[in-house]
């Protein structure tokens, strides 16, 4: 196999391709990509065998084909290395691959191709294609909610449902929910749930550029294909039953509260300093238009911050984890944000006045 190409060609392409492969593999051959070249065009996988993404790069000059398994970061640190706008060329001899740049000349050693995973194959059960803007807004929305190596492994992921009128996605830690729908005429579908891992949402936010270009998705029984561009990533998805997150919609709210978003995130992130590491809980008093906001921590020290607010309700004073309220404000767009909640034990509604495509659902703490 032997072509040569501009730096800028195969840069982006082999950054997000080694994102997928891990660092601490059990199979020597999962720390390669697989480089194929073939009839014009120039194709990298990499994959853990959850993940695997494709990037194809047409109009490479080719002069012989094939294919060759090298490793991932060194190749792709090597690339960035680069000077911009270097011509490079790619050769295999032997077993070895020989990268060259100008004066820089660089031999990787190289695994058989035939040890590389084969490409994951699946009938799909539903094909959507959207705006790309749509899809990250349901990723930037909700993926924060995600969590992190819980031992309910289906929280580890993004809930993907799909009816004939709308794509929504839901995350939630048992803590907090997120949960953001667009609208989407998908025929044949009554509704389809699938939860997507972790790895997959990241390297999937990743993965979306600026584009025009809308994306394709493709749900199978126990696998997702996103096409956008010249990407095509496909992702495991998680054997397991997401919490029917409708019941955690708060259905009775007899206080509400509207404020000024942006006032209300740096008063949070002020008072977050003196919070406690662990715990991370703040007290909100609400009296009047006024919002009063107390941190302390074990060292006896102590934040305080008043907010105008406009409230409807009796006085209240109910706890939250500050970190989970500064997320959701960090997400919102809109000049205002109103939280709704019932009393001091029920769990928070927070949404974006004026915008009913999203909202989010945060447990209080016991002061």
Known sequence: MKFTTERENLLRPLQLVTGVVERRQTLPVLSNVLIKAADGAVSI????LEVQLVATVDGIDI????AVTV????????????VEGATVSLVVEGDRTIVRSGRSRFALATLPVDE??????????VNVSLPLADLRRLLDKTSFAMA?????YFLNGLLLEITNTHLRAVATDGHRMAMCTVGQNVT???????????KGVIELGRLLNDSSADVELSLGSNHLTVKQDAYTLTTKLVDGKFPDYETVIPKETGRTVVGDR??????????SILSNEKYRCVRLSLEGEQMKIEANNP??????????VEYEGDSLEIGFNVAYLQDVLGVLETESVRLSVADANSSALIEAPGVDDSLYVVMPMRL
């Open 148 to 152: 992190q190596q819980d031992v309910r």
């Open 45 to 48: 996988t990499g994959t853990d």
């Open 71 to 82: 490793p991932a970061r060194k190749l792709a640190d090597i690339w960035r290395s680069l």
């Open 262 to 271: 942006e006032t209300l995130r740096h008063a949070f992130q002020r008072a």
């Open 63 to 66: 002069e012989q084909e094939g």
């Open 299 to 308: 060292e006896q020290e102590e934040a305080e911050e008043i907010v105008a």
């Open 188 to 198: 044949g579908v009554d509704r389809i749930q699938a939860i997507v891992p972790r």
């Open 116 to 125: 590389f995973p084969d490409a994951v194959s699946q009938q799909a059960d």
